[in-house]
């Protein structure tokens, strides 16, 4: 049975930093994708802002996020973290891990961040304020 379990959210002052991981069951990072999403309180909509895929072995992110978060995964744990950098109140949100299984090869991480995955983490919560 796929389990994901986030963990790491915090309240953190504008431009400060936070790790973000996902302990991740039941199946393997090995041939997988997998993402983060966050979702603010009046949106109902999950925003994926980086998403991963061994399909093609590249990570994107939204355009918001670029050059301040990354994604990274370690395959011996079996867990994936989000490094952020720099945040901003606008990142204030509920933070999502999620994952795909055997993702074609012709899935890119844009497409997993624009559709959603099969699986979902609960979330853990990022509050950005001074």
């Known amino acids: 049975q796929v389990h994901l379990v986030e963990s790491g959210g915090a309240l953190v002052q504008p431009g400060g930093s936070l790790r973000l991981s996902c302990q991740l069951s039941?199946?393997?990072?090995?041939?997988?994708?997998v993402g983060w999403f966050r979702q603010v309180p009046e949106n109902e909509r999950k925003q994926g802002i980086s998403?991963?895929?061994?399909?093609?072995?590249?990570?994107y992110y939204v355009d918001s996020v670029k050059g301040r978060f990354t994604l990274s995964r370690d395959n011996a744990k079996n867990t994936i973290y989000l490094e952020m950098s720099s945040l901003e109140p606008e990142d204030t949100a509920v933070y999502y891990c999620?994952?795909?299984?055997?993702?074609?090869?012709?899935?890119?991480?844009?497409?997993?961040?624009?559709?959603?995955?099969?699986?979902w983490g609960k979330g853990t919560l990022v509050t950005v304020s001074s």
């Open positions: 999620a994952a795909s299984l055997s993702p074609p090869v012709y899935y890119t991480g844009l497409y997993y961040c624009r559709y959603g995955m099969s699986h």
């Open positions: 039941g199946f393997s990072l090995n041939n997988s994708a």
């Open positions: 998403c991963f895929t061994t399909s093609d072995g590249n990570t």
